[in-house]
């Protein structure tokens, strides 16, 4: 892959242009930031951790019938994937209360959710990142009404085939967010990155986070939880893999 040119650094990942038409290449950094933003640092080793994570999770879900950008891993803290026009919308399953929800809803966190919650929030740094629903994707015209339900049927998917598989080592998943984007043929296919950035990881058995919000909330250990994450991974994928 010799020409890397690059298009677009966000602030966790660079977007290259790799010279092929249906390919581009994603370096995952060590670099984090939350509350849009504002708090920033680095995470030792986050970049590595997180291609690993996120390839072996976009390599599960699409062994589930599952459509996702990834092609295949390459170095370090790199990952080819198919090139998508992005829908600038995230979408947050929730399994469980945490963050922005218990904090609106005046729900204590780690309440368990009678029914799991799907959210909708406009991808504007500008604004904040607004939640939105249906209604506003439309009339914003950032998706057509069948891409919306595409993107929620694949997002509750999602949710079911990782909750049952972090089970299985040992993590609840509480909550997620998920990027989509349309193929050439126009087919909505799972994008970005499932990490410790963008899932919230409890121990099932202590409570204890292994996630972004240990960087968030200066928990401290937060080198640790990623690598955490990653070794259980591992572990589980190589049993179901047999
Ligand atoms: N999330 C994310 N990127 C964002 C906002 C949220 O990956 O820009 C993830 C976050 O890690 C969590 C879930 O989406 O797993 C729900 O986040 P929440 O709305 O509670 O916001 P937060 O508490 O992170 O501000």
């Not at 609106?104 to 959210?119: I, S």
Request: aromatic share 8%; net charge negative; hydrophobic share 40%.
């Amino acid at each position: 892959m010799p020409v890397k040119e690059k298009l677009y650094e966000g602030k966790a990942k660079i977007i290259f242009d790799t010279g092929r038409s249906d390919a581009y290449l994603v370096e995952y950094k060590d670099d984090a930031t939350a509350f849009n933003a504002q708090k920033r640092g680095t995470i030792g080793d986050k970049g590595p951790v997180n291609r690993d994570v996120s390839a072996m999770l976009f390599r599960y879900l699409e062994e589930r019938g599952i459509p996702t950008h990834y092609v295949e891993s390459v170095g370090e803290r790199e990952m080819v994937v198919r090139r998508l026009r992005m829908i600038p919308v995230e979408v947050v399953v929730r399994n469980v209360a945490a963050g922005s929800l218990a904090k609106r809803l005046g729900l204590e966190e780690g309440t368990v959710l009678r029914r799991p919650v799907l959210e909708f929030y406009y991808k504007d740094d500008d604004l904040g990142d607004p939640m939105i629903n249906e209604y506003h994707i439309q009339a914003l015209e950032l998706a057509t009404l069948e891409q919306v339900r595409e993107m929620a049927d694949l997002a509750w998917r999602v949710n079911e085939e990782l909750s049952a598989l972090l089970e299985k080592a040992g993590l609840r998943l509480i909550d997620f967010k998920l990027e989509f984007g349309l193929d050439e043929a126009g087919r909505v296919v799972l994008g970005d990155e499932i990490s410790p950035d963008t899932c919230r990881f409890w121990d099932a058995r202590t409570g204890e986070k292994l996630d972004k919000d240990r960087f968030r909330r200066d928990l401290g250990g937060v080198e640790e939880a990623y690598q955490e994450v990653l070794r259980r991974l591992r572990e589980v994928l190589h049993d179901v893999a047999g």
